[in-house]
């Protein structure tokens, strides 16, 4: 049983490190979310680079900004959560190795 828990651990390490390489990005961030976030950008840049100060131009600009903003930090809240999942795997991997160390120490006949 040690063993085996010692293996998983390694194997889950494994997997922890290479998350970001076997989960594709699509999983936490889709082409619609991408196509959103381009189409936020492109407002925003149209809308600070507009010098035609109509009355509404203030309440365009903030509101441009403000759905920007939002779709800004859900990509950075994506990212680290892609991050975070195989640290996560890669710690999980870790406590198991502890704990098959711990248990084969415990099962091991005194002398």
């Given at each position: 049983?040690?063993?085996?828990?010692?293996?998983?651990?390694?194997?889950?390490?494994?997997?922890?490190?290479?998350?970001?390489?076997?989960?594709?990005?699509?999983?936490?961030?889709?082409?619609?979310?991408?196509?959103?976030?381009?189409?936020?950008?492109?407002?925003?840049?149209?809308?600070?680079?507009?010098?035609?100060?109509?009355?509404?131009?203030?309440?365009?600009?903030a509101?441009?900004?403000?759905?920007?903003?939002?779709?800004?930090?859900?990509?950075d809240?994506?990212?680290?959560?892609?991050?975070?999942?195989?640290?996560?795997?890669?710690?999980?991997?870790?406590?198991?190795?502890?704990?098959?160390?711990?248990?084969?120490?415990?099962?091991?006949?005194?002398?």
């Amino acid at each position: 049983m040690p063993a085996a828990l010692m293996v998983v651990g390694l194997g889950l390490i494994g997997l922890g490190w290479g998350w970001n390489a076997v989960v594709p990005t699509k999983a936490y961030w889709g082409p619609e979310q991408a196509e959103e976030y381009i189409a936020a950008q492109a407002d925003l840049h149209s809308k600070t680079h507009d010098h035609d100060r109509a009355g509404d131009h203030e309440r365009e600009f903030a509101a441009a900004r403000e759905r920007f903003v939002s779709i800004s930090q859900q990509l950075d809240e994506a990212r680290v959560a892609r991050d975070r999942i195989g640290t996560y795997i890669a710690g999980s991997g870790i406590l198991l190795i502890l704990v098959g160390i711990g248990l084969h120490l415990a099962n091991k006949p005194a002398s």
